[in-house]
């Protein structure tokens, strides 16, 4: 059963289709990677699923509920309640530790619980540097915190806009290896990457081109492989 | 228990906002403490001009003339009545006078026997050449007769009592020459220890102790027939205060000395107009200052703001945060601006009136509350642009 529909989904600036009659349907616990050149709109369409934005025309159906049509102030509230989101700029809060980074997700979701968010960041490898401050993070341990905290309030969809783009081989490796642990878990994992190896990991692939799905591969056959593969670093 | 958890995350968030980003606010603190120092400076210096000025003001004389209201002259217990009723710390100084014909040289003189120590109070300004002390004379008479410092001459006059006899006979001068000296005149040997330059009618007096004078006049009972006293009050105070001393002591007569008090609170108005006008001013340029920090910080932390937006924060809980960084900054500047700002007003006190302040300890609430006021009202437009910072487009670029 899907937990995310996009029913001829467009996105239009001006004259410019940034998404062009999209249709697509996710099942829960899936994991697909989104791919495609650049500017070919992989953004524009993270963005509305992610209830950063909406769209021009179509639906999206998320976890039954159409947030198409919705204003800004309960697309908010259902980003919190079902969306965790990964950046490629992992967008820490400079001020805050690693731990209170986690904090603030469950601040404006609901309760903040540093032991919970200390848990998360065990479960990321970070406990022992919880209490630092970004800066005194490398890139792939901040990334680690950004995930986190995207999973902190256990979201049914993760959403990654290039989240390895920034990273190297190795803190690659261990992010594709979280996300193989979420997978187990059942949670839904929503990728886009540039990353043909990151790509292949998910158990599905489609590659976008000017706004359009123009391939969708379903990789399950070689998933456990490649995820091993990848996993090792 | 939980809104406790959500209240710590909120006071964790602002605290390590300010503290860790601590170097970037220095300026903005910098521009809340110096609108607070001199506001509250300026405040202290504006409730203390009435009472600086107005013991300066003091020194230009009188300012409550009171005479006897019936024909009997006032005595020692309307004195203490009368300074009971002003409160003793009102007042600078309170000298009875009372007045006395007698001749020198055949020429008739004033002589004012006082307190000489009061009068002194009274009238700073008196250019005395010699001492104050037993006995001064007018510059005019000096001049006169030609008398120096340590100069002696001779004062006759009619002893008390008999006063009233000679003026009801109405003797000329002539026969009262003849009238031979018998126990109802005197004549005593006084020397020159003062001489007053006034400027006014006072250089054509003869001043001793009150006590010389009964004692020529052979009285010993104190009588005043005027009491000149300087108060620390202005035209209102003065007037209030005239007419309880009319209502309580009715033996009494006083009289404000208009001119006076009205220039003082002439002056005083004026003063405080300033003083209050600088004030707004700086207020005023406080207030732009952090409008435009405020400005610079929501740009600056565009990212931050989006971010927290992406995480699912509404527009209030961001703005929300924003303000309590602001409270928290005009706490800051504002308690930090108290203390220079006594400091200031201190300094400028001690500069220009010669004197210290009192620290007013209602002005740390006062200038805090009025300085977190501030930055809220400063930061509500800035704070403002919170609503349009689109996640999507602030997070995506690099
Ligand atoms: N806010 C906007 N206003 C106008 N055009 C936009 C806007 N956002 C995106 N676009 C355009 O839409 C198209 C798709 O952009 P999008 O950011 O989704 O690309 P992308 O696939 O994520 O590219 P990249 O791999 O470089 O990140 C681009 O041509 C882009 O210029
Ligand atoms: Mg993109």
């Known amino acids: 059963m899907p937990i995310l529909e996009l029913k001829n989904v467009s996105k239009i600036y001006g004259s410019l289709r940034a998404l062009s009659d999209i249709n697509l349907s996710v099942n829960a616990g899936d994991w697909l990677s989104i791919m495609g050149p650049s500017g070919s709109g992989k953004t524009t369409m993270i963005n509305i699923i992610g209830c950063m934005d909406t769209p021009s025309t179509g639906s999206v159906i998320l976890d039954g509920v159409d947030i198409s049509k919705e204003n800004a102030a309960n697309l908010t509230r259902i980003r919190r309640d079902k969306i965790g989101l990964i950046f490629q700029q992992f967008h820490l809060i400079s001020y805050l530790t690693a731990v209170e980074n986690v904090m603030i997700a469950q601040y404006y979701h609901s309760m903040p619980d540093e032991a919970e968010a200390m848990e998360a960041l065990e479960k990321v490898g970070l406990r022992e540097r919880a209490h630092h401050l970004p800066a005194q993070l490398s890139g792939g341990e901040q990334q680690r915190v950004c995930i986190a905290r995207a999973l902190i309030n256990s979201p049914q969809i993760l959403l990654g806009d290039e989240p390895t783009g920034n990273l190297d081989e190795e803190n690659e490796g261990i992010v594709v290896d979280i996300f193989r642990r979420l997978h187990d878990e059942g949670v839904t994992i929503i990728i886009v990457t540039h990353d043909p190896e990151v790509g292949d990991v998910a158990q599905r692939k489609i590659i976008l081109e000017h706004g359009k799905v123009i391939q969708d591969i379903d990789q399950s056959a070689t998933f456990g492989e490649a995820l091993k593969l990848k996993s090792k670093g | ?398």
């Not at chain 2, 006169?144 to 002893?159: A, E, P």
């Not at chain 2, 703001?305 to 527009?315: H, Y």
Request: charged fraction near 20%.
């Open chain 2, 1 to 398: 228990m939980g809104n406790n958890s959500r209240k710590k995350m909120y006071l964790r968030m602002i605290t390590s906002s300010l503290i860790r980003r601590a170097s970037r606010l220095i300026i903005a603190v910098l521009a809340i403490a110096i609108g607070a120092t001199i506001l509250s400076g300026l405040v202290t210096i504006y409730y203390d001009i009435p009472e600086q000025l107005g013991r300066e003001f003091r020194s230009y004389g009188a300012n409550l003339i009171i005479l006897p209201s019936g024909d009997f002259g006032i005595t020692r217990a309307d004195i203490d009545k009368l300074k009971n009723l002003i409160g003793r710390e009102k007042i600078v100084g309170l000298a009875p006078y009372r007045y006395q014909t007698v001749k020198i040289n055949e020429q008739p003189y004033l002589l004012a026997g006082t307190d000489l120590h009061e009068a002194k109070q009274n009238s700073p300004f008196w250019y005395i050449e010699g001492d104050w002390q037993n006995v001064m004379i007018g510059r005019e008479i000096a001049e006169t007769l030609d008398l120096n410092i340590g100069d002696t001459f001779t004062v006759k006059g009619v002893k008390y009592g008999e006063q009233a006899e000679a003026s009801k006979q109405n003797l000329s001068a002539e026969e009262n020459k003849t009238r031979d000296f018998g126990s109802q005149n005197f004549s005593k040997k006084l020397q020159v220890k003062g001489i007053v330059t006034t400027g006014g009618a006072e250089e054509g007096f003869i001043f001793s102790d009150m006590a010389l004078l009964n004692e020529m006049i052979a009285d010993e009972n104190f009588k005043a027939d005027v009491l000149e006293c300087s108060i620390v009050a202005n035209a209102e105070e003065l007037n209030e205060l005239t007419n309880k001393i009319s209502e309580h002591i009715p033996n009494l007569s006083p009289k404000a000395v208009r001119r006076l008090t009205q220039s003082q609170d002439i002056v005083l108005g004026k003063l405080q107009a300033l003083v209050l006008l600088v004030t707004i001013v700086v207020l005023i340029i406080t207030m732009i200052s952090v409008y435009t920090t405020m400005t610079a910080m929501v740009a600056e932390r565009r990212k931050e703001i989006a971010l927290k937006k992406a995480l699912g924060a509404e527009n209030k809980f961001v703005i929300g945060e924003l303000l309590g960084e602001g409270i928290l900054l005009g706490f800051i500047g504002g308690a930090a601006g108290v203390f220079l700002g006594f400091e200031f007003a201190l300094r400028v006190s001690l500069n220009v009136f010669g004197r210290g302040i009192n620290f007013q300890w209602a002005l740390i609430p006062i200038t805090i509350i009025i300085f977190i006021a501030i930055t809220v009202i400063a930061s509500i437009l800035p704070v403002r642009h919170v609503m349009d910072i689109h996640p999507a487009i602030v997070l995506k670029g690099e």
